[in-house]
């Protein structure tokens, strides 16, 4: 397994020029949350170094620069220049050390592409996702009760809480169908992961904010 720069660079991700690419860019300077990201970029940079770069050292294939020019040593710094080894990063401890996530997400953003692509290319080499996805392997009503995560008809979310009109998901089915008393708090929500009694806002939004009938419970307390 290449490490961790050319490990994104062969996923089609933006290379690291420096340690200092690890750093969550979105906070404020004076966060704590990012002073804390500095110290770990200190803590890279006492491990793994700085050298002097040489621009006539190409060290990847796997990309072009933007102008078509090879990669090289130097990683668009100057020739000559003090750069940090971040080539040398091991894969596992650079997506470790990546504090800049996807929204909503708790993993980085290189495990983030990785999930996305096999989890995808394990279903499209399942048959049964795919060519054996038919009424002769699943009979008509297994059909049916996956295109419409469950039993019967189609059931769709009330209103377009998620910007558009979506079918209900099927794990909030299975609640429903069978902890039917669980219902009226599954409908504020169309994630059943979500928190129930969290006032949403805006569908993307993640601020914690309860509902008005929700506001004496404990877990919202701050």
Partial sequence: MPRFNEFRRQY??????????FVDQTLPADSPARQQQMETIAQLREIYGTHVCDSSKIITDAQLNPDGTAINDCLGHPN???????EDVDTVV???????RPHGFAISETQFVVFILNASRRLYSDRFFTSSFRPEF???????WVNHNGPGAEMMEAGAPNGHRQPVA???????????????????VTNAFDPWGRERGQYYSLEWRARPDAVSDPAFKQ
């Fill in 12 to 21: 089609g991700l933006r290379q690291l020029t420096s340690y200092d690419d």
């Fill in 80 to 86: 000559g220049s003090v750069v940090d080894n971040v």
């Fill in 94 to 100: 650079g997506w470790l050390a990546e504090y800049t």
């Fill in 138 to 144: 699943y009979s008509q009503l297994g059909i049916d």
């Fill in 170 to 188: 099927p794990l909030k089915r299975v609640l429903m169908r069978n902890i039917p008393e669980l219902t009226p708090e599954l409908q504020h």
